[in-house]
């Protein structure tokens, strides 16, 4: 809808398991953002990349690492993971300092 | 640091009548000011932004955000709300030439038929 995909759209996985998180981007952009969404916050930014270089890192627990493989792909790598880590994981993808376009969202659940 | 507040958790409006939703933002500098919605299971979507220029922006789906400096607010507005219109308005803010957004906690909007 956006030109931003992200799979898979919903994952369960237990704290010790590892999994990834997807995000694509067919906008032609060169900066790409993890978000995460929970419940009774606000969205936190994560992680910024700029053509392919990590910009920002906002803190994030080592169990979450990012990667940008190219301008167009954006990876979350996850491994044990807390249940408070639950939420919608949402990627965006912008020109560099202009308008962000997000993809549909990840929701994970860690039992 | 950046900041952004949005007084109202929720606003219930009748079908018909006009929608406001209130941002009031804080950062350093020249502020770019968006609003984005959230439907249900989706991801956010762009609906108009602030950067320079005229202060009341028009948008998408007949929304418009007017910009007041002296009271750093950039409320969104819209003339007649559609039942359509309900699900969950973010404002954001960011300082020019900034690449890091910050978000308010968001605003349910619900309209009544």
């Known amino acids: 809808e956006t030109g931003v995909t992200q799979t898979p759209r919903h994952l369960v996985m237990g704290m010790t398991n590892k999994k990834s998180l997807k995000c694509e981007q067919h906008l032609g952009h060169n900066a790409m953002y993890w978000y995460k969404q929970s419940a009774k916050k606000p969205l936190e930014l994560m992680f910024v990349y700029n053509f392919k270089e990590q910009t920002e890192n906002n803190s994030v627990p080592s169990r979450f690492s990012p990667e940008c493989p190219n301008s167009s792909h954006l990876f979350l790598h996850l491994h044990t993971l807390q249940p408070e880590d639950s939420a919608l994981y949402l990627c965006?993808?912008?020109?560099?300092?202009?308008?962000?376009?997000f993809g549909p969202g990840t929701r994970l659940l860690v039992l | 640091a950046q900041s952004v507040a949005q007084p109202e958790d929720q606003v219930n409006v009748a079908e018909g009548n006009p929608l406001t939703v209130k941002c009031t933002y804080s950062v350093s500098g020249n502020p770019y000011l968006f609003w984005y919605v959230q439907y249900p299971n989706r991801g956010l979507q762009f609906l108009l932004k602030y950067i320079t220029g005229d202060n009341l922006v028009k948008g998408s789906y007949g929304f418009e955000a007017e910009f007041n400096k002296s009271q750093t607010s950039f409320h969104l507005k819209k003339p007649t709300a559609l039942v359509s219109d309900s699900a969950l308005y973010f404002c954001?803010?960011?300082?020019?030439?900034?690449?890091?957004?910050?978000f308010g906690g968001g605003t349910r909007v619900l309209v009544k038929p």
């Open positions: 965006a993808s912008s020109h560099p300092k202009e308008t962000q376009y």
């Open positions: 954001a803010v960011n300082k020019a030439a900034g690449n890091k957004l910050t």
